[in-house]
């Protein structure tokens, strides 16, 4: 009896270590989202861009906006081109509404299309379904294999 009985309060202590360990996750999980809130915030969309664009050319017509921490033009995971579309983090909030006052203006012969990010939408980038669902196909809980 005394044999269950120590188990049973090991059992108890790693859990109470792994509920520790899920509370510290969930924390940092929240931590992170904020912060990337934070950056959505400061961050701009720009559509319609010319493929042969390179970041520094953003940075040129951009740059009267406000102080840039980074340029991310997207390209195709395939064959490494262009999407046409970047996106433009700024040193603060007040650089994003300068900056949206360029939508419909003219870069390199094409009319850009420059909105406030939508982190939610960024999310589910690609594919059908999202990825974090399972089933469908089969409506099974994962791989059919």
Not at 24 to 30: F, G, I, K, V, Y
Not at 37 to 56: A, H, I, L, M
Request: contains cysteine.
């Amino acid at each position: 009896m005394e044999g269950k009985g120590d188990n049973i309060v090991i059992l108890e202590d790693e859990l109470k270590m792994l509920q520790g360990i899920a509370d510290t996750q969930m924390a940092d999980d929240s931590v992170e989202a904020k912060e990337n809130d934070e950056v959505d915030r400061r961050s701009v969309y720009v559509g319609n861009v010319d493929y042969s664009t390179k970041p520094y050319d953003l940075q040129e017509f951009f740059k009267a906006s406000g102080q840039i921490n980074r340029i991310t033009i997207m390209v195709d995971k395939w064959s490494g081109k262009p999407k046409g579309y970047a996106y433009i983090e700024f040193a603060n909030e007040d650089a994003v509404n300068n900056a949206l006052m360029l939508n419909d203006c003219l870069f390199k012969e094409r009319i850009i299309k420059a909105s406030e990010t939508d982190y939610q939408f960024t999310l589910h980038r690609g594919g059908r379904y999202p990825s974090h669902q399972r089933g469908g196909y089969r409506g099974g809980y994962g791989k059919p294999y």
